[in-house]
């Protein structure tokens, strides 16, 4: 079947429809990772977009349900070069036709998606429509595009209600704004017992639960749709409890100290950036996943001060609070998928909440 990519600027795109054979507008973005499709699909912060993979041949290993970072698929639509029909992995539990199919997200394949990276890089992100009509009307799709935005994303991808990760080491609070599973993970399996709770929780239930550290997670969306989350999060700063935020937990935090965040043109989503460590000077290849960034100029220097940097484009990458036990990262240090160089930050935050516990 026939399946069209339209995007807001008038360029058409034509391929073949891959998963389901429904409408669908969204906001359209590329990833640069040459591996990692199923976590990127089920990537909470993914939600509200379609995906274009650089990568051209997708799909050879199929899906493996373990290396899901979350219960479903998140993305809107998937935009592929070349899918593999018949994957060769003996993890292989199903293809990403099927997969798509299952969860009803529509792609297409079979288009130049060199060539669509390159209108997104030179003109920035923008709106589009996968659509198998081939009799669709341009001013109607138009139209459409232009109306679309997103919403509040972070309410639609977070938990139901407070879960736990049992564990005998230090008690963390993880706040659910969109958490990929490997987040909960790498706290868990350095011992610590993890309590996810869903974005909505108020800061008073949180504190009342006497945490050893709290963990703000990423996320879908613009952080300043998330005004209520804010709020909780200031309350959370005025404590003395060890806090370790990663990519919209990052901005929230930055935006609950009075800082400014704006949109980046086209974003950073891959697991090959570089970022460097403004303490050390050192260097680290980092998975990211992100379109809106902290702007350094609006923070308050008796508050915060940049901790790290994007070496491509020199945007903010992190931030260490002044008199606080509170740093954060845009980059995923869990990286699921990328490479694990920035794993070490949850060793520092394990030893954050050590001194706190001795103090």
């Given at each position: 079947m026939k399946a069209f990519l339209i995007l807001e600027d008038g360029h058409v795109?034509?391929?073949?429809?891959i998963g389901s054979a429904r409408e669908t507008v969204s906001e359209i973005v590329f990833n640069t990772s040459m591996t990692g499709y199923p976590e990127v699909l089920t990537d909470p912060s993914y939600a509200g977009q379609a995906v274009a993979m650089t990568y051209p041949l997708i799909g050879n290993y199929g899906i493996c349900c373990e290396d899901m970072e979350s219960e479903r698929p998140w993305v809107d639509g998937f935009i592929v070069r070349e899918l593999s029909r018949m994957p060769s992995n003996f993890r292989s539990e199903d293809t990403i036709q099927n997969f798509l199919l299952k969860y009803e997200i529509p792609g297409i394949c079979g288009i130049d998606t060199r060539a669509l990276t390159r209108l997104l890089r030179e003109s920035g992100t923008m709106n589009g429509m996968i659509t198998t009509d081939e009799n669709y009307r341009m001013e109607d799709v138009r139209r459409k595009l232009k109306?679309?935005?997103?919403?509040?994303?972070?309410?639609?991808?977070?938990?139901r209600e407070k879960y736990v990760l049992a564990g005998g080491g230090p008690r963390v609070a993880l706040l659910d704004l969109?958490?990929?599973?490997?987040?909960?993970r790498s706290l868990h399996n350095r011992g610590c017992e993890v309590t996810v709770y869903p974005s909505f929780t108020p800061a008073e239930e949180i504190i009342a639960s006497h945490?050893?550290?709290?963990?703000?997670?990423?996320?879908?969306?613009d952080p300043k749709a998330c005004g209520k989350v804010i709020?909780?999060?200031?309350?959370?700063?005025?404590?003395?409890?060890?806090?370790?935020?990663?990519?919209l937990g990052h901005q929230l935090m930055a935006l609950a100290t009075g800082a400014d965040t704006y949109r980046l043109k086209y974003g950073h989503r891959g697991g090959n950036h570089p970022v460097k460590d403004l303490e050390t000077g050192r260097v680290y290849i980092t998975s990211q996943n992100h379109?809106?960034?902290?702007?350094?100029?609006?923070?308050?220097?008796?508050?915060a001060a940049p901790a790290f940097q994007n070496v491509n484009d020199g945007t903010n990458e992190g931030l260490s609070y002044t008199g606080k036990?509170?740093?954060?990262?845009?980059?995923?240090?869990?990286?699921?998928p990328g490479p694990q160089d920035s794993g070490y930050l949850f060793d520092r935050f394990m030893k954050m909440?050590?001194?706190?516990a001795d103090a």
């Open positions: 795109f034509s391929g073949t429809s109306a679309y935005a997103t919403g509040d994303e972070v309410s639609k991808v977070t938990c969109g958490a990929k599973r490997n987040i909960a945490p050893d550290g709290i963990m703000l997670s990423n996320g879908p969306g709020e909780e999060i200031r309350r959370l700063y005025e404590t003395d409890i060890p806090i370790f935020a990663i990519c379109g809106y960034a902290v702007d350094t100029e609006s923070l308050n220097p008796q508050m036990r509170i740093f954060t990262v845009q980059f995923h240090p869990e990286a699921c909440m050590e001194v706190s």
